[in-house]
């Protein structure tokens, strides 16, 4: 299948978001849109053009700013779509939380908090679908992000079925935010206050003017490791 | 039982909040403080004089302000004490907010959803104890805290068989205030920006000066019905 | 004069703040009102209902909060009132902030600062008046204002014979707010975010619950001399 | 003298900000920088290191933000050096906040407070100089800034006898910020909050990802005319 997916990610490299996100609801019936509360709601938009009705999911970590967990509720109503969301594991989140405290991810890097709060909830979203939809662009990480194709198969969850599309890959954040504009999306407050990238409350934050987005994410790991376990297969050897 | 409870709620009326949570302490071993995040910190200070170590509990309903995150884990460091937290259980939450998005209690009331984020984790926090000690007091409502005695058979958990201790249930918030300024106890930092009362933080708000702390929770409904279920058992018939 | 003034303040101890307005208009010509863009805004409303038309002056200090910019503003419109406006002197102000800079009373106190941005200007503000009517309370302060009469001839300026009403000297904050909420009168949204008092952005802070107002001014100070210059005859030797 | 000024403009064109400051302050005794409590810090930090001592005026419109404030003394402080601040003219100000209330520039324009504000103080702050370093940058406006040469004769004030350098006029907004952070120069806080170009607190607001700077001010108004008089002689006819 690898070979398929790599022929269609070259003939769709140059397609527009809109086209890719028509091929994939047009060849796969159990996909959703994975949404984040932050910028990629134009990937609802454009969907919302090509079809009435679509499956949406987000992660809700339990640490999402609450603008964030404001702007969901509108993306809701604004579109009149439904939005799946998934909760961390409640013994796993107790345990983890009993042992480490609130802020471990401080001192201890990341990873152990986004096992708990957004990967195993993402497997349990992910479970049953054919191919998910993400967000993910080329100029969100010079490191973790910069081969991200338009379409693969999903090298870190499905056990090599599950088909990954990335529409946006190849817009930078300057189009993104002209289609937002230009199209009046409704977008997340935070952005009106320095935010860029948007993940959770102890980690994200504004950054400064000209600084590269993810710079407000996670800033005090190596900048090179900037991947939440979502897209950890993005990170080449 | 219960006539046993009211003649030791009558001795201990005038007790100090120091020697009815030493009282607690000395006859029931399976005893644990909940602790909110906000003011009831001072019960933590005062169990600490008492005694090295002891249960504490707080529910983490996934809604709570950053500020009272990095609070409890002050709370944890200063007093060198382990908080067990309880969350809400993964499908009921997932399935809540599927339906009912993340702000539903602005229309339908905050009972649904305090069910789920509050009163389930707390039940399964209370199973297995004797007695637990909260920081109700009768000045937090003219309706629902009014009759507040020090010590109770639960009125709505345990089956009749768990004893309830309200140490400060005679106590005023100015007397609060003042022992936690004269003992240098810490607190919330949204105490400083006008918060009293602290519960969840789409449901809680900053008051006017000379303001009831009541009217910053849950400000959109009656302020007769002011309980969110875990003392639902106060408000008389 | 002071004898006479003495049998009024007496007479009136235990008139309503209206009756002394009343009486204050009733009596002098040349009068104004002194708001200082706080709580004080009761005392226009009480003004209000007695006469259509009369002077108000604030002291814009060129520090104060953008919140309380807007709120004279919106007092302007509501009421339909002006308000004349003093500023500091250009030349002392310049000489002032070159020597010392933008935040030298944390280091020299604000006695200096006070009398560039405050008295000066007050002092053209009362030049020419018979009378003016100040919001000062006796619980405002244990130790600066627990004498003040609620008339009296201005101990600090006019030299003798400038006429000073207090009429708000024997209400406490409660009922100030009180009045504010049973009237609808428009207030200072710093006063929802933990402020009591109100004066200079950098010198006015929020209190924690139950915390003296007047802690929440110029708090790296000795609580002893919190007066600004413009009631500094109150404080007794 | 405008085709000396001329020749030395284009001689000028690609040669370093420092160079051209450099220039400015070998052939003119009686110059100084106006710093605006932004970005174009970068000019102080780089004179501080062609002298150790060189005049810097500041205009406190008695509006700015409080970080501004802060700013401005960090940076007399982190650069031992001392700042001019120009303030309004008493009388003036007085005059037109009587008349026009604190926020008429939403309803008016922002001419007329601008000039009383900053144009009147510039001109006193001018008055005597030779020549005057700004910040200005082509890259700022599309409309009123493109045209901004390294050194012009003041087009607006000094009657064609005053030399005016604008040594980062060919810098993006990029290479300030680059310049910033690898010289570790203090900044403003608002950067840090989404503000990008900082004026007067009623006047400027952070922007969105993308947007450019000079949509965060005076965003009431024609994109077309956002200059505030300092320099209103780019704008061609």
Same sequence: chains 1, 2, 3, 4.
């Avoid at 609130?102 to 049953?128: I, M, Q, W």
């Avoid at 967000?135 to 198969?153: E, L």
């Avoid at 300057?174 to 407050?189: D, E």
Wanted: proline share 4%; charged share 25%.
């Amino acid at each position: 299948m690898t070979k398929v997916l790599e022929q269609l990610a070259e003939e769709y490299d140059n397609k527009t978001p809109q086209e890719i996100i028509e091929y994939a609801f047009k060849n796969y019936k159990n996909i959703a849109i994975s949404f984040s509360g932050a910028e990629d709601v134009v990937l609802i938009d454009m969907a919302k053009r090509i079809r009435k009705s679509f499956a949406v999911f987000i992660l809700d970590t339990g640490r999402l700013h609450s603008e964030t967990y404001q702007f969901v509720d509108r993306v809701r109503e604004f579109y009149g779509i439904d939005v799946n969301v998934y909760s961390p594991d409640t013994g796993e989140l107790e345990k983890f939380v009993r042992e480490k405290g609130f802020f471990s991810f401080y001192k201890d890097g990341h990873t152990g908090c986004c096992n708990v709060r957004k990967v195993e909830p993402l497997r349990r979203a992910l479970a049953g679908l054919d191919a998910w939809i993400t967000g993910q662009r080329r100029d969100q990480s010079p490191n973790t992000r910069a081969f991200v194709p338009v379409v693969q198969i999903d090298p870190t969850f499905g056990n090599g079925k599950l088909i990954k599309f990335n529409p946006l890959s190849k817009w930078t954040s300057a189009q993104v935010w002209q289609y937002i504009r230009v199209n009046n999306v409704p977008y997340n407050r935070l952005h009106e206050r320095g935010f860029v990238s948007i993940g959770c409350e102890p980690c994200t934050r504004a950054v400064l003017p000209g600084q590269h987005e993810r710079e407000g994410r996670w800033w005090w790991e190596d900048a090179m490791k900037k991947e939440c376990g979502l897209h950890a297969g993005n990170v080449k050897g």
